[in-house]
């Protein structure tokens, strides 16, 4: 009977061993469990309408310019403007020594009055026939020349006065007093500028213009209506200029070598805070697009032939890739032609993790930003396509 327990413990240690045997064997045959699929961030696409603009490197021009040269010889006694200063129409300039003109002016005017006096003579003597009709007829013509010969020697003494042609500011002046000026001389003894308005000159590629015009003639783009003339000017420092031009013209040939045409717009300057020959970018309003497809850059990638593309989450929740046709951004977004559609939903965010035809986790993007829809928006061009 002293042996009970000790068979007792035994067979408790044998039915242990056995119970642990069998759930070690249970654990090994479990098998494993499918890793979940990744997760990934989209932007769902949205057709909206904005304002198609072109921005163009332009320079500035003078509204008007007027060289300031001597219509007659001499010595020049006072200059009576300063450098850099706004002038009037008709101010004096310069003056120029009168005395030799105003002795021909004497001597003029004392010819014109003996050959008046003369012909007014033979005017009465022609009736008593004291005279012949042809020296009556002589000393009227030599009366007409000496008034003729009286203008001419007012005229050049009046030009001793050089007096502006056109209002706005004067430059530099390239002669002193005591220089001598001649009518024949080549260069001009000062420059005026018309500055209050100021034209600016932009080049737009023969291409742009082309494929622009086939756009609004296809009806994939609307005018933009009265403000299809509007321009605005960004400045050398990236300072937007706060007055609002408006489109004059464009030439009507292509220059040969740059395959560019020239567009001329008009701005008010009051402040003449721009000066003739400044670097300037204009952005010309073309056209309206009203269904857009904007894609943020963060979802367009790049094959190796440099094909733009971009990978979509469609309603299975798989992936797919989409070739673009996308040549021109819109601020942070490019502006895709073809291969995507309003409600596609984009990847943005987790791309490295997939690739086409991987299950995904669809969450809204958190590395894209949410700006309000643009009115209007900068194109430009790109120069890579895919079809």
């Not at 989209?42 to 909206?48: D, I, M, P």
């Not at 050089?162 to 260069?187: F, K, N, W, Y």
């Not at 040939?253 to 000066?275: I, K, M």
């Not at 430009?380 to 079809?387: D, L, R, V």
Request: charged share 20%; glycine share 6%.
């Amino acid at each position: 009977m002293q042996f009970k327990p000790a068979v007792t413990v035994l067979v408790t240690a044998v039915a242990l061993a056995s119970l642990l045997s069998g759930c070690g064997k249970k654990e090994e045959a479990a098998p494993a469990s499918a890793p979940p699929p990744p997760q990934v961030g989209v932007v769902t696409l949205k057709a909206q309408s904005y304002t198609l603009t072109s921005e163009l490197p332009g320079r500035t021009t003078a509204f008007r310019i007027a060289e300031v040269r001597p219509q007659v010889n001499g010595i020049i006694l006072k200059r009576l403007f300063t450098e850099g200063s706004d002038v009037k129409a008709g101010q004096q300039l310069y003056q120029i020594d009168p005395a030799l003109y105003e002795a021909t002016a004497n001597s003029a005017k004392a010819t014109l009055q003996s050959a008046k006096s003369l012909a007014d003579r033979y005017k009465q003597l022609i009736a008593e026939q004291a005279v012949s009709r042809q020296e009556l007829d002589n000393a009227q013509a030599t009366a007409l020349e000496a008034q003729a010969a009286l203008q001419t020697a007012e005229i050049n003494l009046r030009y001793t006065k050089v007096l502006a042609p056109i209002s706005g500011r004067i430059g530099r002046s390239s002669v002193t007093e005591g220089a001598l000026v001649s009518s024949s001389q080549a260069d001009a003894m000062a420059t005026i500028q018309q500055l209050d308005p100021i034209y600016v000159d932009v080049v737009q590629s023969s291409a742009d213009m082309l494929r622009l015009r086939a756009d609004l003639e296809s009806g994939k783009l609307q005018k933009a209506g009265d403000n299809a003339a509007k321009v605005k000017l960004t400045l050398e420092d990236n300072s937007v200029y706060g007055q609002e031009g408006k489109l004059e013209f464009s030439e009507v040939s292509v220059d040969q070598t740059t395959g560019s045409v020239t567009l001329r717009a008009v701005f008010p300057n009051p402040d003449h805070r721009l000066l003739p020959g400044m670097f300037v970018h204009a952005r010309l309003q073309a056209g309206v697009n009203d269904s857009a497809i904007l894609v943020p850059q963060q979802g367009v990638t790049r094959d190796l032939k440099g094909t733009p593309t971009s990978l979509i989450v469609n309603k299975d929740n798989k992936v797919e890739l989409r070739t673009l046709v996308a040549n021109r951004t819109v601020g942070s977004e490019w502006l895709v032609e073809k291969g995507l559609d309003a409600g596609d939903r984009v990847i943005t965010e987790g791309l490295q993790f997939v690739k086409p035809g991987a299950e995904v986790k669809v969450t809204e993007a958190s590395n894209v930003a949410k700006p309000a829809a643009p009115a209007s928006a900068s194109e430009k061009a790109s120069g890579s396509k895919a079809e």
